[in-house]
Structure formats: structure tokens, C-alpha cells
């Protein structure tokens, strides 16, 4: 392959004027694209790019290990090109997605059908996958649920009570997210960036600044960047904490329920000693942040982080502790290494599955350029894996916040971010408490959002529910969802 | 032994279910600032700095008018505050917000100047739910957050069913809905069925922002702006989330628990 026909590598928080990203005609598109990914590389985002002759293909890939990323895209795509799925099936809801939102159809996709596109008062699910046979029966659940849950629907394949088939059909909660970015920022942008997933507000928040940031050539004050890096973990500690408890309730072990949450609501307390919102809101933006942590505010902080830590461990050594949680948790709704990878699992959920897979650690950028942590990983893929993940992030996320109070950087936390340049390409990760957060933002020749993609760990991580379900009884289905954990509104935008 | 030691820890926390309503209301964060207030008469002539800076529209001044602030649309980002050169926009640190007529969410008339609270059920209603009220949730595409402040309610510090108050798995055992959410347009026969399964005399609840007037989703051609689109509100609780507090004050106000 000759230099030219390379792939583009930029690093996490960079922009690249557009014109300097490569382009293939479709079809060879697919096959460069399918190299990098057989050559170990991770599809982060693959989506359309909108033009006067036609929409072009754009993939951004992820070298973990290398530390890079790299961009490609293709020549205006007529009508159809060749699916990727068939090779890499982590490509498969970005290829239904493009056929959604632009009408290009993957060709040999084995199962192309809407992912939250609007028919009328509910969202086109298309058809369920069946299974056939006198003792087979299907269970319907959703969208609406038995609790305080976001809708989402799910279609299971029975044969007693053993699971045979799972598919989950989303878009309940489609709002408009994506399609109402072209010719922003507007006014309403940064508050739709918190909500985005409003359990992951700092987390898609750090994402949509970093990418202005990069488009306009600019950096936040590193007292801003050490304040994102430790909400960020404050976001981390009391989902995961909250997510303990839900599993510790889903098998009626309810002294850790209990326990952990109120732990998380301790957390969320945290994040609004700082900004004034439990869930962040209004302290990240675009050039620093909105709010500054005193010494005494950061006193008070590290003071009640450390009894609530200390909570969490005395609720969780229960938990570790009885037999009755492992029988449930062990070997239930088990993901391997290989399908992991496959899929393109992120986030607690491909570490709970042996892979060494965290943007903080692989791709950082921000605050993580000076401040490091372990990756946690767990080897077995089960409910008890994705549960101890969480733990071990609790403790590494705790020490983190530790270290950081102890040292603060100087300096103001807000500089004016100039214009974004324009036909520039920015991307960013951020390492949310679910995984992956990926932005990608396209500026036109006036530097306006010409085209801006965002990935939510969960479009990753839905699918690996779906595989965890199978051979599993239906009654599992709680723990197993919980410990997957998944955002309804991060997928569905 | 974990038996043991999870038995002697539950003895050594004690009770963690806080006194409110009966002890004092816990703080907010200091830097929360509580329910807007709008005084109209500070604002100098012509000055609209507060209208620009509104991510959500939620404020307004025609010429020669007064400014008016919708604090059903309002998403508590505090732009407005800073804009103003007037200080006629303030925070009170007054969590109570919930009002049982839309209007009572406009700021900036004569006497309007912070929001109606609800006033409590009364006759066959209150009779009917005041110490018993089943509700169904309806989340139709928000962010989660209002779905997770709810869900606070129904930990120990916040014990929401020693007020008889519960949420249920089936809208047949529901005495009404709690909805969130802007009310996306692939939520709307969802919330509509739901709706109609619920046993008359019912009641509707919107909470957060998004289920009033539709939050950060305002004017998307993908969502209803609020639950009122679709069924009648009875009771409006504005936050982008509103705090766990601001829904217990609430629920208990509407329901004439407060005054125990």
C-alpha cells in the first residue's frame, strides 16, 4: 500500500483539515477499512458525511495499543456499497444506522433494519428474528417498564425458560440530538451535549469541548482539565456504585441495595459541591469550566469522599462475601474474549470480558496526558466479572480523586475558545463510566457543524446483551441487564 | 459471619430515613440556587441582555413589554443571572417549585414575580389519594436524569412510601402517571395506551423540564414539547433535573402532607 492510500493518524483531542483525510472510491473504502480492522484497529464511529454529489463514508479507527487513531472515508457513495459487517461484525448497527440516515445500503448485510427511525407515534422496529417449533413461545417486554426505567423494548426466543434468541429494538427515546447540529453550536447545543445521557453529563460535556476546543486550535487551562478529570471520576463512582446496589437488589441481597443506594446519591452530592447539580450540569463548557473548586470546597470534598468510599467498601465485602451473590453472579450471562472483541464491546463491559480496553489508558488526553491510572480488567465475561470491574474502578477511582486533590494545579479554569476553523475534522474519546465516548465533528467552509457524529458507549454495548442473554434463563434477564448497564437516551439521540 | 456483621452494621447506621417533613428540609448545594425570581420593575428600559443567552427561549421582553420568564422551560443554567446588569433575574434557594396550572411557571408580572405554588388536593381526590397514591412511570425521551432523581425517592434517606406513595409495574394498579421525558414522537402511542389503562378518577404528574415544555429538546421536530401534548397535567415539578426535594415537596404539597 503505498503512503498515499494510508489511513490518516491523529491523536485523541486533535482536529485534521478535511481535504488531508484519504479517500477511496466505496468498494476499496470497505476493504482499507476491513485491513485496519483485521490488523487489530477498533471501529470507534462509521457514518455518512452529507454533499452536493452524494453522501461519503467516514470511518474513524482506534489503535489502542499504539496509541493512535487514524481516518478515512470514501468518494460520494451512489446508492449502495459492500457491507463491512460481513467481515467485522462490530460495524453492524453503524451500517444500519448510515442506511437510516442516508439511505445507503450495505449490500449482503444480514439483518438491515431501522435503529430509531420515527413511523408515525412509535419508532419503525421492523421485524423480529423468530424462532419456530411447538415448544417455542415469545416474551414481549417494553417499552414502557415495571419500574422508573427508560422505554426500550425487548423481543425474547424461549424454549421454557431458557433463552434462545434476545433482539432489542430502540429509538423510544430519539430526540433529535444529531440531526439538529448542523450549521451549530447553537444556543441549546451545550445543554444537549449534558443531556445526551444526563447520567453521563461530564462525560459527553468533555467530549463536545474537547472537539471546539481542537476545531478552534485551542486548549482549556490545565486547572480546568484537572477539574473535568476528577468529575469524570465522580460520575464513575456513583454509577457504579449505584449499579452494585441495583445488582445486590436484582438478588434480593438487600443490605448492600440498601447501602450502596444511598452511597451513590453521596456522590451525586459531590458533583454538586462543586457545580451545584448532582449530575454536573453547567460545569464543563467549551474553554475550561464554570465553577472553581476552593481549598476549603476541596477539603470538604476529599473529607466526605473518604467516608463514602469507606461505606462502599464495608457495603460491597458483603457482597463479595456471600455465597448465595456468586451463585447468581458466576457464569451467568457470559460474554467471551473473542465476542467481545468481535462486537466491539467498550467500557466496564469489554474489561469484564479480559480485553485491555480504556481510553483514559490507550488514547489519553486532558488531565490524563499527566495523570494516569490501571486499566481493571476481569478474564470472565459473566455478571460476577462485570460487577468487579466496577469494584476495582471504584478503589482505582478513589485513590485517583486522592492524588489530585493533594496536588492542584494553578491558574484560572476559563479561556475564550476562538472560532472553529473551517472543512476540519476534530475527534475526541472520553473514557465515561460505561466506556467509550466518541464525538466527531465535521466543520463547513464557514466553520459551522457541517456534520457531527456522536457514539455513546451503549450502541457499542447493546449487542453484547443481546449474545449475553442466550443460553441463559429468562429470569436472569435483570442481573444480566443490569450489569450491562446500558443508557436508553445515549443510544437513541 | 457476614450474617452477623451485616446484622451489627444495620444496628450501628441506626435509622438513615431523614425527619422532613416533620424535622427540617435538607439543604440544597449551596451553589444549587433554588427557583428563579423575577423582578420586572429593576429591569432598565429596553434592556434584553437575558433574552440572547437563554439556551431553551425561555425568557422573552416585546418591546415596551415587561421581560417574562417561563420557568417551565427554564433548564436552571443561570445564564440570565450573569447577563443581567440589573440583578431583576435572582436565585431565592427555594426548592419548592411544583405548580398545578401551567401559568403559574410565568415569572415577571405584577406580583408574579416568583412561581404560584400548588395548592393542596381537596374533596374526592384528596380523599382518594392523600394517603395512598399508586403511580405508573412514563419516561419518554429525556436524558434519564429526572428518571434517576425519581428513583432517589425511593432509597432510605428518602423513604418515599412511608407517605403511602409507590410506584407500580402494571398503569391497571396505578392511580395515575409520573412522566419524564420531552414526550418524543416514538414514545406517543406508548404514553397514550398507557394512559388509557389507568382506572379513572387518575391524575398526571410532570416532572423535569423536558415533560413541561420540552427541556434542552424545545422545537425538535422529534418531540411534543411536554406531556401535555398528549394528556392532561395536574401538577408541573420544573428542574433539568429538579432535585430530589423539589419532587417530595411536590408530591406531599399536592397531596396536603406537609403541614403534619
Redesign the interface.
Same mark, same amino acid.
Given at each position: 500500500m503505498n503512503a498515499a492510500r494510508e489511513f490518516l493518524w491523529l491523536a485523541n483531542g486533535a482536529s485534521v483539515p478535511w481535504a488531508d483525510v484519504p479517500e477511496w472510491p466505496a468498494p476499496e473504502f470497505v476493504a482499507v477499512t476491513a485491513a485496519e480492522l483485521a490488523r487489530g484497529g477498533r471501529l470507534c464511529a462509521w457514518f455518512a458525511v452529507p454533499g452536493q454529489s452524494g453522501p461519503r463514508l467516514a470511518a474513524v479507527i482506534a489503535f489502542d495499543a499504539d496509541n493512535t487513531l487514524a481516518v478515512g472515508r470514501s468518494a460520494p457513495v451512489a446508492k449502495a456499497y459492500p457491507s463491512l459487517t460481513l467481515r467485522h461484525p462490530q460495524a453492524h448497527l453503524f451500517e444500519r444506522e448510515v442506511w437510516e440516515q442516508h439511505g445507503l445500503e450495505p449490500e449482503g448485510h444480514p439483518w438491515l433494519k431501522p435503529v430509531?427511525r420515527?413511523n408515525?407515534?412509535? =419508532?419503525a422496529v421492523g421485524r423480529f428474528f423468530e424462532v419456530a417449533g411447538g415448544e417455542i413461545h415469545e416474551v414481549s417486554v417494553g417499552?414502557?417498564h415495571?419500574?422508573?426505567?427508560? &422505554?426500550g423494548h425487548f423481543r425474547f426466543q424461549c424454549q421454557g425458560e431458557e433463552v434462545l434468541h434476545l433482539e432489542i429494538a430502540l429509538?423510544?427515546?430519539?430526540?433529535?440530538?444529531e440531526?439538529?447540529l448542523p450549521g451549530g453550536p447553537h444556543?441549546?447545543t %451545550?445543554?444537549?451535549m449534558?443531556?445526551?445521557?444526563?447520567?453521563t453529563?461530564i462525560g459527553h460535556a468533555t467530549a463536545y469541548a474537547t472537539v471546539l476546543e481542537a476545531l478552534a486550535g485551542a486548549e482549556a487551562p490545565l486547572r480546568a482539565q484537572w477539574l473535568r478529570a476528577m468529575a469524570l471520576e465522580l460520575e464513575r463512582l456513583a454509577n457504579h456504585t449505584g449499579d452494585l446496589g441495583a445488582l445486590a437488589g436484582d438478588v434480593a441481597f438487600l443490605?448492600t441495595a440498601?447501602a450502596c443506594?444511598?452511597l451513590?446519591?453521596d456522590f451525586l452530592?459531590l458533583t454538586? %459541591?462543586? $457545580?451545584?447539580?448532582?449530575?454536573g450540569?453547567?460545569l464543563v463548557r467549551p474553554g475550561g469550566c464554570a465553577?472553581d473548586l476552593d481549598p476549603a470546597r476541596a477539603a470538604q470534598l476529599l473529607k466526605r469522599l473518604q467516608a463514602a468510599l469507606a461505606d462502599v467498601a464495608?457495603a460491597t465485602?458483603?457482597l463479595w462475601?456471600?455465597n448465595s451473590v456468586r451463585a447468581r453472579f458466576e457464569l451467568t450471562g457470559t460474554v467471551s474474549n473473542r465476542q467481545a472483541d468481535e462486537i466491539g464491546l467498550v467500557g466496564v463491559a469489554a474489561r469484564a470480558s479480559g480485553l485491555v480496553r480504556d481510553v483514559r489508558f490507550d488514547h489519553p488526553a486532558g488531565w490524563h496526558r499527566f495523570a494516569q491510572m490501571p486499566v481493571s480488567t476481569w478474564p470472565d465475561g459473566d455478571v460476577f466479572a462485570r460487577a468487579r470491574v466496577r469494584w476495582l474502578e471504584i478503589r482505582r477511582a478513589g485513590r485517583f480523586l486522592g492524588e489530585q486533590l493533594a496536588a492542584p494545579p494553578e491558574g484560572g479554569i476559563d479561556d475564550a475558545v476562538g472560532k472553529p476553523a473551517p472543512d476540519t475534522l476534530a475527534v475526541a474519546l472520553v473514557e465515561g463510566w460505561r466506556g467509550e465516548i466518541c464525538h466527531v465533528a465535521l466543520t463547513d467552509g464557514g466553520g459551522k457543524f457541517r456534520r457531527y457524529k456522536i457514539v455513546d458507549p451503549s450502541f457499542h454495548n447493546w449487542p453484547g446483551l443481546a449474545l449475553a442473554l442466550r443460553r441463559q434463563a429468562i429470569s436472569d434477564f435483570p442481573i444480566c441487564n443490569k450489569s450491562f448497564s446500558l443508557?436508553?437516551?445515549g443510544f437513541?439521540l | 459471619m457476614?450474617v452477623l456483621?451485616?446484622i451489627l452494621?444495620?444496628l450501628q447506621r441506626g435509622c438513615?430515613t431523614m425527619r422532613y417533613p416533620q424535622g427540617p428540609a435538607p439543604a440544597l448545594?449551596?451553589?444549587?440556587?433554588g427557583a428563579l425570581r423575577v423582578d420586572a420593575a429593576k429591569c432598565a428600559a429596553d434592556c434584553d441582555a437575558c433574552v440572547?443567552?437563554?439556551?431553551?427561549?425561555a425568557i422573552v421582553r416585546e418591546p415596551g413589554q415587561r421581560v417574562a420568564l417561563d420557568l417551565g422551560k427554564c433548564? @436552571?443554567?443561570?445564564a440570565c443571572i450573569a447577563a443581567c446588569p440589573t440583578r431583576a433575574i435572582t436565585q431565592t434557594n427555594d426548592h419548592r417549585m411544583a405548580v398545578a396550572r401551567r401559568e403559574d411557571l410565568l415569572l415577571g408580572g405584577p406580583g408574579a414575580e416568583e412561581v404560584r405554588l400548588a395548592a393542596a388536593l381537596n374533596g374526592k381526590l384528596k380523599k382518594l389519594f392523600g394517603r395512598s397514591l399508586r403511580l405508573?412511570?412514563?419516561?419518554?425521551?429525556?436524558?434519564?436524569?429526572?428518571?434517576?432523581?425519581?428513583?432517589?425517592l425511593?432509597?432510605?434517606?428518602w423513604d418515599l412510601s412511608r407517605f403511602g406513595i409507590q410506584?407500580v409495574?402494571? =398503569?391497571r394498579h396505578a392511580d395515575g402517571l409520573l412522566v419524564t421525558?420531552?414526550i418524543?414522537?416514538?414514545?406517543? %402511542?406508548?404514553l397514550?395506551k398507557?394512559y388509557a389503562a389507568v382506572p379513572a378518577p387518575k391524575i398526571v404528574i410532570a416532572v423535569g423540564a423536558c415533560a413541561i415544555a420540552g427541556? &434542552? @429538546?424545545?422545537g425538535?421536530?422529534?418531540?411534543l414539547n411536554g406531556a401535555a401534548a398528549v394528556v392532561p397535567v395536574d401538577l408541573f415539578i420544573p428542574g $433539568? &433535573?429538579p432535585?430530589?426535594l423539589t419532587i417530595l415537596d411536590g408530591l406531599l404539597r399536592w397531596l396536603d402532607r406537609l403541614e403534619a
Open positions: 430509531r420515527q408515525g407515534d412509535h =419508532p417499552p414502557v415495571a419500574g422508573i426505567i427508560e &422505554p429509538g423510544y427515546q430519539h430526540r433529535g440530538v440531526e439538529s444556543r441549546a %451545550l445543554s444537549q449534558e443531556t445526551v445521557a444526563g447520567d453529563t443490605t440498601s443506594e444511598k451513590r446519591g452530592n454538586a %459541591l462543586i $457545580c451545584g447539580n448532582r449530575f450540569r453547567g465553577q464495608e465485602d458483603w462475601d456471600a443508557s436508553y437516551c437513541d | 457476614f456483621d451485616s452494621y444495620r438513615q448545594p449551596d451553589r444549587h440556587g440572547p443567552v437563554c439556551p431553551t427561549q433548564i @436552571f443554567c443561570a405508573r412511570q412514563v419516561s419518554a425521551g429525556g436524558c434519564n436524569a429526572c428518571e434517576a432523581d425519581t428513583n432517589v425511593g432509597t432510605i434517606g410506584f409495574a402494571s =398503569p421525558g420531552a418524543s414522537r416514538n414514545m406517543e %402511542l406508548a397514550r398507557t427541556g &434542552p @429538546f424545545i425538535h421536530p422529534q418531540v $433539568c &433535573p432535585h430530589p
